[in-house]
């Protein structure tokens, strides 16, 4: 809301839960912890504007300047907690605030710039956070960019006046470009006016107004810079093989059919690109987004990368943020979930106004709710908008929502009463594209299909094409025939098929003894002056040497073997379907609990001697939305200074890959009698909750919920087996699952 210092002062001082209540309205957060955080802030903000110290800038903010209170960034889900709008000697410019009631003064420094301790647990600095506002406005901000504004920002504490920690190394450089401030007399005095000041003095009310109801526009230098990163064969981590340039080039005559080639017709165009996994269907999305982005030839508008999941933007975000080597490159990254027209917010407001608790809740009739909001003249978001977009490219698209089927409905942070994701992308972008295999969406919620895309653009009249990436395989060793086993094994392939299939790949593999190598499979040896076996071999092109496949006793031997591969400069990481309930999800530190409170707690022997091997599942920060420390093992987290320190679950690592994997296979799936079975009791992804009730219901274990579960269960070990690169480790819980493995192994 745009309302002038003046009022807002007066309100805070005399009418406070009338604007409390106001900004509830505004914002749709109407829940008790966000009022009694305006409570407590809002008085804090107005004694630091009304302070001695703020005189020289009172024209500006009692007069015609303006305030804007939670301001949510265009067509992004971030919203800043204060604006300051005005101008400094006729050059318009903003200042962004953001406000913390921490406790600070147990806090101390962090151990890289961007995280500080904050009650013990490493947290993003709130420079960092700003700052990531901040150059979001810079790149992204139409009015920013109309009126060449200067845009900067600052943290306001208003609880601890002790932030000396903030400011130590390594984030001193940080908090200098984006400093920090309390409700001392001291800052109020000098430093925070006078840091306010040095940007805007005075009242800019055109560009107050723009900036409220500006949009999403890109500052095509600033794409066209993190295109060319992702395009320069020196440094990206993005290259092209085979199938892939194919695929690559078929994709981009689409593309340019539709915006500006020879008898172009402006049509819209939804390309749709399939892959197993392996096939380097992100390698694909990379490079398209990037060869479009440093096409000058390419007409205004946005060009978008699109995630379909909280781990997959994290990880997108982040390799935008390091090639554009600006925090603003995740500004590039939209959430599937964005393109719906209002938010659940604005969805509580409509409810509340109308006095209709069920409006626009039945998805199965999204089309006539979505003719009802057009017909309301309730605007559409910015970043949902017909036609908003140029090109939206749309990664692992196989997680896509679809609210015309029941289990696409519920509460997935968007409106799925108003339609299916993939619509609205296709609606609000010129051309869509779209890569996915169908086989990796294994939540219930997962269902969009090829069929419905095509249905989907035949209906909003887009031209519509499909590109296969099948045949491609970069990783597994380069072996298609690894996949190939992984599915005839996981879909009960008779057990001679599966061998047949495992003989393709399962090379015998060398051991060094001294200066002898032995085959074990072969009992064969070679001359003692043979080159040996290298333990820790150097890095070797993908696809070179064959898959190693190995079983280990016990979960410390399997760990111990990666451990060798980490040592000689490999990625590794753990992994498990979701076969134990994630119990450390709310603990401040879950590395350092006792093994017995940990998600995994698994007795041994080794020896002779009983041991436990215990981890937890991977800890995602930041209220549960940033997977980049497990992903990327991000300097500063647990997993950057122990790469097996936690494990992975099929939903965190899908699309992701690493030179070797360790998997821990319980008893959510065993073979008995050479049968596939789905134990319910095991089963704890709440994003198939309901298939495992089902089947917890059902009394015969092979009626068809069972076999629904099966089909779910499998779907996240064929996920988990996919992820090497050159090589899978794996323990089992279950001996007769183990041996059935082997078998199919021809072991």
């Not at 007399?185 to 940007?199: I, R, T």
């Not at 096939?279 to 096409?295: F, N, Q, R």
Request: net charge negative.
């Amino acid at each position: 809301m745009i309302i002038e210092v003046q009022e807002f002062l007066q309100r805070v001082s005399s009418d406070l839960p009338s604007l409390v209540t106001e900004l509830q309205s505004v914002t749709g957060r109407f829940g008790d912890e966000e009022a009694d955080a305006w409570k407590q802030s809002l008085p804090r903000l107005a004694k630091a504007f009304a302070s001695p110290g703020f005189a020289p800038l009172h024209l500006y903010i009692n007069g015609t300047g303006a305030l804007s209170l939670e301001y949510q960034l265009p067509a992004a889900s971030s919203w800043c907690d204060v604006v300051l709008l005005g101008q400094k000697d006729g050059q318009p410019g903003a200042v962004i605030i953001e406000l913390k009631h921490w406790q600070t003064s147990t806090d101390s420094p962090g151990e890289i710039e961007g995280l500080v301790q904050h009650f013990g647990q490493p947290t993003l600095h709130p420079s960092d956070q700003v700052r990531g506002y901040t150059e979001y406005c810079r790149r992204f901000h139409s009015a920013v960019h109309d009126f060449e504004a200067s845009v900067e920002g600052c943290v306001l504490f208003t609880k601890d006046t002790i932030t000396h920690a903030y400011r130590l190394p390594p984030n001193e450089i940080l908090t200098e470009q984006f400093p920090c401030f309390t409700l001392s007399e001291e800052d109020l005095a000098e430093p925070f006016p006078a840091f306010v000041s040095n940007v805007i003095r005075g009242p800019h009310l055109g560009f107050a107004k723009a900036f409220e109801t500006g949009y999403y526009k890109q500052d095509r230098g600033f794409i066209r810079q993190i295109g060319d990163q992702i395009l320069d064969p020196r440094s990206s981590p993005f290259e092209l093989l085979d199938n892939q340039r194919r695929a690559f080039a078929l994709c981009r005559a689409q593309v340019n059919a539709s915006l500006y080639g020879v008898g172009a017709t402006r049509n819209k165009k939804v390309i749709v690109i399939e892959g197993p996994p392996g096939s380097g269907k992100s390698v694909v999305a990379a490079k398209i987004w990037a060869a479009l982005a440093t096409d000058p030839e390419l007409p205004e508008g946005p060009i978008v990368f699109t995630s379909t999941s909280a781990s997959q933007n994290s990880n997108w975000s982040y390799l935008f943020n390091m090639a554009s080597r600006e925090i603003a490159g995740s500004g590039v990254v939209k959430k599937a979930t964005s393109y719906t027209p209002i938010t659940t917010h604005k969805l509580g407001q409509l409810r509340q106004k109308h006095r209709d608790p069920d409006l626009f809740k039945d998805g199965e009739s999204w089309r006539q709710n979505l003719k009802t909001l057009r017909a309301m003249g309730v605007p559409f978001l910015n970043g949902t908008r017909d036609g908003e977009y140029l090109v939206s490219v749309v990664d692992e698209a196989h997680a896509l929502i679809n609210p015309e089927h029941p289990e696409g409905r519920g509460q997935f942070g968007f409106v799925t009463g108003l339609g299916p994701q993939a619509f609205h992308i296709m609606r609000v972008s010129q051309v869509s594209i779209f890569l996915l295999d169908s086989r990796q969406g294994f939540r219930t919620r997962e269902n969009t299909t090829t069929d419905d895309l095509k249905a989907w653009a035949k209906e909003l009249k887009a031209d519509y094409a499909t590109v296969s990436l099948a045949g491609s395989q970069f990783r597994c060793a380069g072996s298609k025939e690894y996949v190939d086993w992984v599915e005839a094994v996981l879909g009960g392939a008779p057990l001679g098929n599966c061998q047949v299939l495992a003989s393709a790949w399962n090379k015998p593999k060398p051991v060094s003894i001294g200066n002898i190598i032995e085959f074990p499979q072969y009992q064969s040896k070679v001359a003692e002056d043979a080159v040996p076996y290298v333990t820790k071999p150097p890095k070797v092109k993908q696809g070179a040497g064959p898959m190693d496949f190995q079983i280990f006793d016990n979960p410390k031997a399997l760990e111990s073997a990666l451990r060798e591969k980490v040592e000689a400069g490999y990625s590794s990481r753990l992994l498990a379907s979701f076969s134990r309930p994630w119990t450390t999800a709310e603990a401040n530190v879950p590395h350092d609990l006792p093994p017995s409170l940990k998600d995994f707690s698994i007795p041994y022997t080794e020896n002779g001697t009983a041991a436990t091997w215990s981890r937890i599942w991977n800890f995602v920060p930041n209220n549960g939305s940033d997977y980049t420390a497990y992903i990327q093992g991000a300097e500063g987290s647990r997993m950057h200074a122990d790469p097996l320190c936690e494990v992975g679950c099929p939903y965190a690592v899908r699309g992701f890959d690493w030179d070797y994997v360790g998997i821990l296979w319980f008893s959510d799936l065993v073979n008995k009698d050479g049968a596939w079975r789905a134990n319910p009791q095991h089963v704890h992804e709440t994003g198939i909750r309901s298939l495992r009730t089902a089947a917890m219901n059902e009394k015969e274990p092979g009626g068809p919920h069972h076999i629904n579960l099966l089909e779910a269960v499998a779907q996240a070990y064929r996920i988990l087996l996919t992820r090497p690169i050159r090589g899978v480790y794996v323990w089992f819980e279950d001996d007769e699952t183990r041996d059935y493995v082997e078998s199919s192994l021809g072991q």
